[in-house]
């Protein structure tokens, strides 16, 4: 019977907890999250984010790879206590050389008709600032606009693999 206490004088049900809005809340929840969740494809799609300026260009396929990217790789060399230049493969000896040689990729992507390519300058960590002000300040006297700086490789690794090129040997 409802309300009745038993015979040792103790109520069943002390404190009559109604669970109704509790579980109308649950359902309600329930419901939210059925109709928020959304099944993703596993195949036949791809999500990237790439930059919206830079890719392949539109149209036919270029058949001259050297076009593709400029890069200047500027290392130090303590024992002849100058930097090394090089503007993709090639060598570069001086300054001159290195402005003739921008010049040339610039009248080839001017030729083919090519969006201006970026400059990536990919300096080591011991080339000083100097040498890699006055690299920028060639691109720029080109009129290439988009220069950039790579990252610089992490040390440690680059110790490790040095270190342990020696010590096999």
């Keep these: 019977m409802a ?6 004088g103790s109520d069943e049900n002390p404190v009559p907890l109604n669970v ?3 579980v109308d809340i649950i ?5 939210f999250f059925l109709c928020s969740f959304h099944f993703k494809q596993l195949e036949g799609r791809m999500e990237s984010w790439l930059p919206k300026d830079a ?6 396929a270029m058949a001259r790879p050297e076009l593709e990217e400029i890069r200047i790789g500027m290392k130090w060399l303590p024992a002849a206590n100058r930097v090394e230049r090089r503007v993709n493969q ?5 300054d001159l050389e290195l402005r003739a040689v921008l010049g040339e990729r610039r009248a080839n992507f001017a030729a083919t008709g090519m969006p201006q390519p970026r400059v990536t300058i990919d300096a080591e960590p011991g080339v ?12 720029r006297q080109v009129r290439f606009d988009k220069i950039e700086f790579a990252a610089p490789a992490p ?3 680059a110790g ?3 270190a342990g090129g020696t010590e096999a040997r």
Aim: hydrophobic share 40%; net charge negative; glycine share 10%.
């Design 55 to 60: 890719g392949p260009p539109e149209g036919p």
């Design 20 to 22: 109704t809005p509790l």
């Design 155 to 157: 040390e440690s690794a």
């Design 160 to 162: 490790r693999g040095a």
């Design 128 to 139: 000083p600032w100097k040498d890699v002000v006055a690299v920028a300040s060639l691109c």
């Design 90 to 94: 090639r060598d570069v000896e001086n």
């Design 3 to 8: 309300g009745s206490m038993m015979a040792d």
């Design 27 to 31: 359902f309600c929840l329930c419901l």
